[in-house]
C-alpha cells in the first residue's frame, strides 16, 4: 500500500507550535551537561511565566504578590513586555509611546530587577506591529495599506495603525 504525504498549508499555529519545540529542544542540555551557573541561562531555565503588562499596570502593579506568585510557581524564566507598542520605561525615542501612567520610572527595569533578585532570568518581549497615530502622521510611509491606500489599524484598538514589515520602520527604525 501506498501512503501519500500531504502537505497542509502553515498556519500561525502551526508554525509558532513548531517554532517553541525547536526552541525547547535546543534549550534542553545535552545528557552530559552539568546544572550550575558555568552552564548557560537558555540551557537551565525550563519553567517559563509571563507578566503581560498593560498601561495602568504602573500604577497598580503588585511586586510583592507577583515575586510570591513566582516564588510559589517556581518559575527560572520569566517573560516580561518592555516595549514596542507601549514602553514600559523611559525610552529615549520621541514617538515611542509611554505607557499612560509610567511618569519617569522604569517599570520594566524594575520587575526585571526584583526577578534577578529572586534568581529569575528575563526574557524582554518586544510587541512591535503597531503604533500610535502620531507616528503614523510622522511617517506614513511606513505602515500597511490595503489595495486601495487606506492604512491599517488595529481591529480591537482602533487608535493604533498598523505597520509595513517591509519599511523602513522595521529595517530602521527597530
Known amino acids: 500500500m501506498n501512503k501519500k504525504t500531504h502537505l497542509l498549508p502553515l498556519t500561525r499555529r502551526g508554525f509558532n507550535t513548531g517554532a517553541l519545540a ?16 558555568d552552564v548557560p541561562w537558555y540551557r537551565r531555565t525550563f519553567r517559563w511565566g509571563q507578566t503581560n503588562l498593560n498601561e ?13 506568585q513566582w516564588k510559589r ?38 520587575i526585571t530587577r526584583a526577578a534577578h533578585e529572586d534568581g529569575i532570568v528575563v526574557l524582554a518581549r518586544m510587541d512591535s506591529n503597531r503604533t500610535s497615530e502620531e507616528f503614523y502622521k510622522q511617517h506614513p510611509d511606513w505602515f500597511a495599506v490595503d489595495a486601495d491606500g487606506a492604512v491599517y489599524r488595529n481591529t480591537e484598538h482602533t487608535e493604533h495603525f498598523v505597520t509595513c514589515v517591509d519599511s523602513p520602520y522595521y529595517e530602521q527604525y527597530l
Open 22 to 37: 525547536s526552541f525547547a529542544a535546543m534549550a534542553a542540555p545535552a545528557p552530559s551537561a552539568e546544572s550550575g551557573d
Open 56 to 68: 495602568k499596570d504602573p500604577k497598580r502593579y503588585d511586586a510583592g504578590w507577583w515575586r510570591r
Open 73 to 110: 510557581t517556581r518559575v527560572q524564566g520569566l517573560v516580561v513586555n518592555a516595549g514596542g507598542i507601549v514602553a514600559y520605561y523611559p525610552s529615549k525615542f520621541p514617538l515611542h509611546y509611554r505607557a499612560k501612567f509610567l511618569a519617569e520610572r522604569d517599570f520594566y527595569g524594575e
